[in-house]
């Protein structure tokens, strides 16, 4: 097999183009607005990188839902960090979570100011940085269960007595819940998240699409991916099905990577929590487990979430429309502060700031929506 | 049309090659100025006899000083060669070198950075022929910085605002190399591989092209710091005219592609150092590719778009899957390495 | 933190494998892989971690179900990507 050729086999243009066809065909068979929802700033990101929106079916609404997890890590577990980064602790983040504000500032601001934060590009280098440092390290751990795993193979392997982990880590299945819940919602399917499949597998949804009667495909994300799903799905709604179908099989099974799922059982348990702009979440959080209690940044340095100073938003924060967005409620470019008061140099709310968020998505790839 | 600028300290971005640098340049330097030096082309062209003098400045601050492919040696004669070429200013008749150093640099460091500059030289017909030496204290400046200077001259001067409706868009070579092997180094991303930079002077190569095509070679620049994005967002700019690129087209080393993709970078974004983009009227496309790939520097050239009259001023990538607008960034992309 | 990136395994020290990603190659934790991986399996990589072993058929698979989708004449025949047994 030869890999390259086979990579670029997924981004076969005349392929895309008939599946294109298929949906346009589908649609029209709706002759209707059919509404779906991703969850996952990869497949947002790789729609906008092929300016694969500009091409979609008029009638088809492909909403973003809450899938930027650094856009939904909430002020008071940001603002956490910062206090402990003002009090001389060393903190260890992903590079998005960086530039996001808390209530106030971000850990960047706090860094500019003499703080020791620094950007890890994965868990193994923080167990490295943790091995080689003689004083507590606090890893701001961020990310859905993709992401956790990770974590949670780093406490499990070893870890040294000095790192420290607070757990912002989030389970995307249980805002679907949520956002399924809501009654202003009008999506008609979901596009669920590859990567994170790859993990959790895909019989988790099967007791969703029961209950909703909204059925869910698993995508990958090269083009050819996303088209195939979206075909799958959008087919579905138009004829009333309700099926979980992996269109991922290359990397998504039905019981998932059990090695990493027992990893991730093991460290954390679910947690209710507060998603920034989407609020409470019941089961959405992954809370480190009583036994890794002395890496556990809340009884290590006695910290609590919910328990962050109030201080006062500034004004266009109140008027940010991250929330609506996420729950696929609105567009960025429904927002009136979209690429104005707001852009990337001077973002005003997380989805502007994380490469993951569909503000920052869409500004950078000049996505005009439907304005 | 000129960019607004309202900044009140420098930052980081006005260095990086794009909108905020121009600004910066419009409204601060350009400031009261006409004439040739309003053009802000890659260097002035001054009229002598019936040719043109070129001349041009560059500096480098380059970090890490030396890395996969070249150092800030190399870099330092291909930029300001390139600069004279992309002007069509081919032969060039004296390079300067003024070089700043930190107090405690490495004198064995300087002797292979000079090295470097010979073989630089060598490939581009060039020699060093006046320069300058200062120390600065340990702190006071970083390692080694260099500004160097060339002249050149041309029988005709190329504008980077000469592009007409109808052009073919040519690029020498793959895209991105430099930019991401230096991030690659400098990032420590422990990424071993074969991402080695591209720079290296281009004159030659560019004078078989311009042998090839005559005047039907009508705008060419070198796609640096902003990358592609940058040079034709410039060149749609002054020309009024629009760019659609075709990314099937689009020239990359594989190794290139899978840093991109593992980075999460855009590579059109990323400076190359050996690689110039031409504007060519359509007639002569096939002329000047020919030439271009007789060259050992141009073996991967190619066509990678057209000049448009809609939209105008933008640059436009059709993907295949659909069509997207190319933006440059304000500042150096960053990696957001797994 | 990013999308999963396939790449090659070229060579595996206890946990630690060193994965091919067409020409670039990073060090890869192997930890949580779903399967027992070898020199010369692809995996899906994400921050550093190898978490799917990818089964070369199913590439193959893969693309052969995206020309059934996209040929034209499967009106009210809805193909499937063939699933493990499962």
């Known amino acids: 097999m030869n890999a390259v050729k086979t990579r670029l086999e997924f981004r076969d243009v005349a392929v895309g183009k008939a599946l294109r066809a298929r949906l346009q065909h589908a649609m029209e068979r709706a002759g209707r607005e059919i509404s779906v929802m991703h969850v996952c700033g990869s497949h947002e990101q790789a729609m906008a990188r092929y ?63 003499g703080a020791r934060v620094e950007v890890v590009y994965g868990a193994n280098q923080v167990a490295q940085i943790a091995r080689e440092s003689k004083e507590p390290v606090l890893f701001f ?99 009333g099905k309700h099926e979980v179908v992996n269109a991922f099989p290359r990397c998504v099974t039905r019981e998932g990577n059990k090695k990493a799922l027992a990893a991730m059982h093991a460290v954390f348990e679910m947690g209710d929590g507060d998603w920034r702009g989407i609020a409470h979440v019941p089961s959405g959080n992954l809370v480190l487990r009583k036994e890794f209690e002395r890496w556990d940044a809340r009884s290590r340095f006695g910290v609590e979430l919910a328990a962050a100073p109030e201080v006062e938003e500034r004004a266009a924060a109140s008027e940010c429309r991250c929330g609506g967005i996420m729950s696929g409620l609105a567009e960025p470019s429904d927002c009136q502060h979209f690429g104005k008061a707001c852009r990337p140099d001077a973002p005003i709310g997380a989805c502007m700031v994380s490469t993951e968020g569909a503000c920052r998505i869409w500004f950078e790839h000049g996505i005009e929506g439907r304005r | 049309m000129k960019l607004p600028f309202s900044d009140e300290s420098i930052g980081m971005k006005h260095g990086a090659g794009g909108r905020a640098m121009r600004a910066l340049i419009e409204s601060v330097f350009m400031d009261g ?9 890659d260097g002035a062209a001054i009229p002598w006899g019936d040719r043109f003098l070129v001349v041009t400045t560059d500096a480098h601050v380059i970090k890490p000083i030396f890395f996969p492919g070249g150092d800030i040696g190399r870099l330092a004669v291909s930029g300001v060669v390139n600069d004279l070429a992309m002007m069509g200013a081919t032969e060039v008749l004296a390079l300067t070198s003024s070089v700043i150093l930190e107090e405690g640099f490495p004198v064995e460091l300087l002797r292979r950075v000079k090295a470097s500059m010979q073989i630089a030289c060598r490939e581009a017909n060039a020699a060093v022929l006046t320069g300058d030496t200062k120390v600065m204290g340990k ?66 190569l560019v004078r078989a092209a311009m042998l090839a095509g005559g005047d039907a070679v009508h705008a060419m620049k070198d796609p640096t710091r902003g990358g592609v994005v940058s040079a034709l967002a410039e060149m749609a700019e002054k020309a009024d005219l629009g760019i659609v690129l075709d990314e099937s087209s689009l020239p990359y080393s594989e190794a290139a592609r899978a840093a991109a993709d593992l980075l999460g970078i855009d590579p059109l974004g990323v400076a190359n150092e050996g690689k110039a ?41 059709d993907t295949g899957f659909g069509m997207r607008r190319l933006f440059e960034r304000d500042g150096e992309p960053l990696p957001r390495i797994c | 933190m990013c999308l999963g990136i396939p790449g090659k395994i070229v060579s595996i020290d206890d946990m630690v494998g060193v994965v091919d990603f067409w020409g670039v190659r990073r060090e890869v934790a ?57």
């Not at chain 1, 577990?77 to 209530?103: F, H, K, N």
């Not at chain 1, 007595?161 to 399917?189: C, Y």
């Not at chain 3, 990589?45 to 059934?68: K, Q, Y």
Request: hydrophobic content about 45%.
């Open chain 1, 51 to 113: 300016g694969m929106r500009a091409s979609f079916p008029r009638d088809l609404r492909v909403q973003m839902g809450p899938g930027c997890p650094v856009c939904v890590t909430d002020a008071p577990e940001i603002d956490a960090c910062i206090a402990l980064a003002s009090q001389g602790v060393r903190v260890l983040t992903y590079g998005d979570m960086l530039r996001v504000p808390g209530r106030a500032m971000s850990l960047d601001d706090a860094r500019a100011a």
């Open chain 1, 141 to 239: 751990a961020t990310g859905f269960e993709t992401t956790a795993v990770a974590t949670a193979a780093l406490l499990l392997d070893n870890p040294s007595d000095n790192l420290v982990v607070l757990s912002a880590h989030k389970w995307v299945p249980a805002a679907m819940e949520v956002v399924a819940q809501t009654p202003e919602s009008r999506i008609e399917g979901y596009l669920a998240a590859g990567h994170a499949a790859t993990i959790t597998g895909y019989g988790l949804f099967e007791p969703f699409v029961e209950r909703y009667r909204i059925p869910v495909v698993i995508g990958g994300f090269e083009p050819l991916d996303i088209l195939s799903a979206l075909v799958l799905l959008t087919e579905q709604v138009v004829d």
């Open chain 2, 33 to 41: 100025v006409e004439g040739e030096a309003a053009l802000m082309d």
């Open chain 2, 139 to 204: 702190g006071e400046v970083d390692g080694l910085v260099m500004s160097t200077s060339g002249l050149g001259v041309a029988d005709r001067v190329v504008r980077d605002g000469g592009l007409q409706l109808g052009d073919a868009v040519v690029i020498t070579g793959t895209i991105g190399d430099h930019g991401l092997a230096v991030m690659s180094a400098r990032h420590k991303l422990g990424l071993e591989g074969a991402l080695v930079s591209d720079v290296a002077p281009l004159n030659l």
């Open chain 2, 277 to 317: 983009l031409i504007g060519v009227r359509a007639d002569a496309l096939d002329a000047v590719l020919a030439a271009l790939r007789a060259h050992p520097l141009g073996a991967r050239a190619t066509c990678i778009g057209r000049v448009v009259d809609d939209p105008r001023g933008a640059v436009l990538l």
């Open chain 3, 30 to 86: 192997l930890h949580i892989v779903d399967e027992p991986v070898v020199v010369g399996d692809y995996v899906l990589v994400h921050v550093g971690f190898a978490i799917r072993r990818i089964p070369p058929e199913e590439i193959d698979n893969t693309l052969a179900f995206f020309e059934e989708l996209s040929a034209e004449d499967l009106e009210g025949v809805v193909p499937r990507p063939r699933t493990e047994g499962a």
